[in-house]
């Protein structure tokens, strides 16, 4: 009996030093729309935003948006979307975390009051206008500790996680395992003005225009990092 057919092996694309992931995508005529869009690259098996620009030159795995890896990264982009759509309609609303799931996505606030279903229905309305807009999500790395403590003063959440670094929740998505502190901004498609911002490692979509349809199905209440002892969150999940 002749053996099985195996699969083909991942394609691989080389990015040159001081250009991008995304500009050696297109070089190579990958799709950048539909379910096979290719959304970040694998460099030694660390998932990247095509923005990234690597210092020598270096062989990376397309990433499609139909992939498991691609579904997380769209999942956690629709997240990030939701906070900025909560935090438009509710300024007061701090942030917690907001992971990918295996079958969707969740985010955490502290907010005065509970979610309504009537507040889920508008809140998605906010998204599809996010989405609809094309706000760019872009990477920016903190030079110091103290400069994200700064810039988060008013995240107290944000703060705990900047201290806990590498002993941070398992599901937080806000920190990597070196340490390093960055934040996505979202940026306007046409002006390049920053209109919203969230503590986060990523990576992330290159545009909100890659996040399909969004759908926020539910809320629950969810203990601050998994204690009891810890203040008690509203958690707003959703499918993307």
């Known amino acids: 009996m002749s053996a099985p057919a195996s699969s ?3 394609p691989v694309v080389r990015v040159q030093a001081g250009t991008t ?22 460099a030694d098996g660390v998932l990247r935003d095509l923005a990234w620009s690597p210092d020598a030159d270096v062989d990376v795995e397309p990433v ?25 309609l509710r300024p007061e609303a701090k ?11 969740y985010y955490d606030f502290d907010v005065d009051k509970p979610f309504t279903p009537e507040d889920l229905t508008a809140l998605e309305a906010v998204m599809k206008k996010i989405i609809k807009a094309g706000q760019r999500f872009s990477r920016r790395r903190f030079d110091s500790i103290d400069d994200a403590r700064k810039e988060l003063a008013d995240e107290p959440y944000k703060l705990e996680l900047i201290d806990l670094k590498g002993a941070a929740p398992e599901d937080a998505v806000e ?15 046409h002006t390049g003005e920053t209109i919203w911002s969230d503590f986060c490692r990523g990576p992330h979509l290159p545009t909100t225009k ?11 209440a969810a203990y601050w990092r998994g204690s009891e002892k810890n203040p008690q969150l509203q958690r707003i999940y959703g499918t993307a």
């Not at 992931?21 to 694998?42: D, K, Q």
């Not at 942030?95 to 996505?105: E, Y």
């Not at 920190?175 to 498609?189: F, M, Q």
């Not at 890659?210 to 629950?220: E, H, W």
Request: zero cysteines; a negative charge.
């Open 8 to 10: 083909p092996p991942p």
């Open 21 to 42: 992931a995304g500009a050696a995508v297109r070089a190579a005529g990958l799709p950048s729309n539909g379910p096979s869009a290719v959304v970040v690259v694998r």
């Open 64 to 88: 499609a948006a139909d992939t498991e890896d691609g579904r997380s990264v769209i999942r956690h982009s629709a997240a990030h979307v939701l906070a900025q759509a909560v935090q438009q």
């Open 95 to 105: 942030l917690g975390i907001g992971p990918p799931i295996t079958d969707g996505f």
């Open 175 to 189: 920190v990597d395992a070196s340490g390093e502190l960055t934040i996505y901004d979202n940026v306007h498609a």
């Open 210 to 220: 890659y996040i399909p349809a969004v759908k926020l199905t539910r809320t629950a």
